[in-house]
T-cell receptor
């Protein structure tokens, strides 16, 4: 089993819709959790951290469920500019190694 | 505002050749790392460093060497290139141990093809 698993998609979603991704992780001792965004042929960039209490940043909401070992990302009122690959990232207990999921590709359709 | 600078951006090698991918950051970050990204495999950690003079192996270190003589530079050496090393390589840095803030700053990537 992979350490971090994501549905690769692609998700093709109409503009204005709400879309959600899940990501599961296998190591119960994982320390920190993040979502990164990667545009085509570009480098990944941090989108948001994921806290136990859940957190929101504008149209984006991230949730963590430690008991079931998954994190989620919800995008509301999707924009064309949201088209990208979304990478789930988990750190080890010492926070020195980040493990990336393979990414979920999202395309927003006009 | 240079951030993380990787060179070269593109490189074609023949099997058996050696080369060095350069990475430099101007943010005084302690933590630096190298990843490779392959289709369907995600980003995989090759080597990382938590400070000058300290390096450690990641998930896929075989065939690669690193050193960290200064805070700014973290070169990745391919000792004897193989077609399996065809990939996109990303260098990244962070303020402290990567999970402290979770924000890795990536270079633009180096696309390597080994024939």
């Amino acid at each position: 089993r992979k350490e971090v698993e994501q549905d690769p998609g692609p998700f093709n979603v109409p503009e204005g819709a709400t879309v959600a991704f899940n990501c599961t992780y296998s190591n119960s001792a994982s320390q920190s959790f993040f979502w990164y965004r990667q545009d085509c042929r570009k480098e990944p960039k941090l989108l948001m951290s994921v806290y136990s209490s859940g957190n929101e940043d504008g149209r984006f909401t991230a949730q963590l469920n430690r008991a079931s070992q998954y994190i989620s990302l919800l995008i509301r009122d999707s924009k064309l500019s949201d088209s990208a690959t979304y990478l789930c990232v988990v750190t080890d207990f010492g926070n020195e190694k980040l493990t990336f999921g393979t990414g979920t590709r999202l395309t927003i359709i006009p | 505002n240079a951030g993380v600078t990787q060179t070269p951006k593109f490189q074609v090698l023949k099997t058996g050749q050696s080369m060095t991918l350069q990475c430099a950051q101007d943010m005084n970050h302690e933590y630096m790392s190298w990843y490779r990204q392959d289709p369907g495999m995600g980003l995989r950690l090759i080597h990382y460093s938590v400070g000058a003079g300290i390096t450690d192996q990641g998930e896929v270190p075989n065939g690669y060497n690193v050193s960290r003589s200064t805070t700014e530079d973290f070169p990745l050496r391919l000792l004897s290139a193989a077609p399996s090393q065809t990939s996109v390589y990303f260098c990244a840095s962070s303020y402290g141990p990567s999970g402290g803030t979770g924000e890795l700053f990536f270079g633009e990537g180096s696309r390597l093809t080994v024939l």
